[in-house]
C-alpha cells in the first residue's frame, strides 16, 4: 500500500486548502476497518497527530484546529480528506495521512505554507 498525498499549496491567512489522501495498491477489505488520521510537521518540530476518524466515522481534533479542520472518508474510494478553512500561519506543514497506528510507510506528504 501506498500513501499519496496532495492538495496542498500557498494560501493566505483565512484562506482554505482541501487535502486528500490515497491508498494506492489497498482493497476495501484492508481500508475500511483501519482508523485513519491526518498528521503534520512543522520544520524543527515533531510529527504531531491534527485529526482522527475512526471506522465508525468518529472524529477527533487537537485543540488548535478545532472549528476550523474537518476530517473525512471515503471507503469506497480509499480515500481520506482533510478540509482546512480559517488557516493561520501556525497551520504551515508538510501535512501527512497514516493509519492511528502508524502501520503504513509514510507517503511524502503534501505541503501547507499560510502566509500571514
Known amino acids: 500500500v501506498r500513501l499519496v498525498e496532495s492538495g496542498g499549496g500557498l494560501v493566505p491567512a483565512g484562506g482554505s486548502l482541501r487535502l486528500r489522501c490515497v491508498a494506492s495498491?489497498?482493497?476495501?477489505?484492508?481500508?475500511?476497518?483501519?482508523?485513519w488520521g491526518w498528521y503534520r510537521q512543522a520544520p524543527g518540530k515533531p510529527r504531531e497527530l491534527v485529526a482522527s476518524?475512526?471506522?465508525?466515522?468518529?472524529?477527533t481534533y487537537t485543540d488548535s484546529v478545532k472549528g476550523r479542520f474537518t476530517i473525512s472518508r471515503d471507503n469506497s474510494q480509499k480515500k481520506v480528506y482533510l478540509q482546512m478553512n480559517s488557516l493561520k500561519p501556525e497551520d504551515t506543514a508538510v501535512y501527512y495521512c497514516?493509519?492511528?497506528?502508524?502501520?503504513?510507510?509514510w507517503g511524502q506528504g503534501t505541503q501547507v505554507t499560510v502566509s500571514s
Open positions: 476518524i475512526l471506522s465508525t466515522k468518529t472524529t
Open positions: 497514516n493509519t492511528l497506528e502508524q502501520s503504513l510507510d
Open positions: 495498491g489497498s482493497i476495501f477489505s484492508v481500508f475500511a476497518p483501519k482508523d
